[in-house]
């Protein structure tokens, strides 16, 4: 009867306690893994970080060593080898030129050249002359045997153009009476003409001129007449 108590009230017990755990949350831990403990090593060289150079080392950093500069060449700092071979052969090459030739003799020493002045290519009518070309010499035709046999006389009125030499560059008969007798003779005497050239301000000019012929059966073995306009 005893042992029956005794085994209930164990029972009760444990049933108590087992309630207890459940409600205050007692709760159990697995045991943790066995983590190996840290060995620390000392390094004896220099540290990483001690290779950077500080902002205070690189603004003291010497600048670069320049070799002496040469005899005869221009000191320049800091430039390349290059540039300053350059410099130097620059004032090689400036010592070696010749020197200076002296200055040339004022204006008023030197030879005065007349330059010739460019032709007028216009050629001026007889109104616009203000003197007229004049022949060198008699004008003289010859008479036209026909004429001369039929004892006729005429006149022949000539274009002819003088260049600023006096030179009869082109004859042209403008007006003839009667036609088809005096043209050619009077062509022909007019070519180998030579004339004083006209003027015009001052200076020689081309001039383009009529010029009347004349021609006398009574008076034919002395120069024909003529007459400018």
């Keep these: 009867m005893e042992d029956a108590r005794s085994r209930l009230v164990a029972a009760i017990a444990a049933s108590a306690a087992l309630h207890w755990v459940l409600i205050f949350g007692i709760t159990v831990r697995a045991p943790e893994p066995s983590i190996p403990p840290l060995v620390g090593r000392l390094q004896t060289g220099p540290s990483p970080l001690a290779d950077s150079p500080s902002p205070a080392s690189v603004a ?14 221009s000191s320049v700092r800091g430039a390349p080898l290059m540039q300053v071979a350059a410099i130097a052969s620059a004032q090689q090459a400036t010592e070696a030129l010749p020197a200076p030739l002296p200055a040339p003799p004022p204006d008023s020493a030197l030879p005065s050249v007349a330059m010739p002045l460019l032709s007028d290519p216009t050629w001026y009518t007889a109104a616009q002359l203000d003197l007229y070309p004049r022949a060198l010499g008699p004008i003289r035709p010859v008479y036209p045997e026909q004429a001369a046999a039929l004892g006729i006389g005429g006149e022949v009125t000539l274009l002819v153009m003088v260049d600023e030499r006096g030179a009869v560059e082109e004859v042209s008969a403008a007006e003839a009476a009667p036609e088809g007798y005096f043209e050619a003779a009077a062509v022909a005497a007019l070519r180998a003409i030579r004339f004083d050239p006209a003027r015009k301000d001052d200076r020689s000019v081309r001039s383009r001129i ?8 009574a008076a034919r073995d002395r120069p024909a007449n003529s007459a400018a306009r």
């Design 210 to 217: 009529l010029i009347k012929v004349s021609f006398d059966p």
């Design 60 to 73: 003291r950093r010497p600048e670069p060593t320049v070799p002496p500069t040469p005899p005869g060449m």
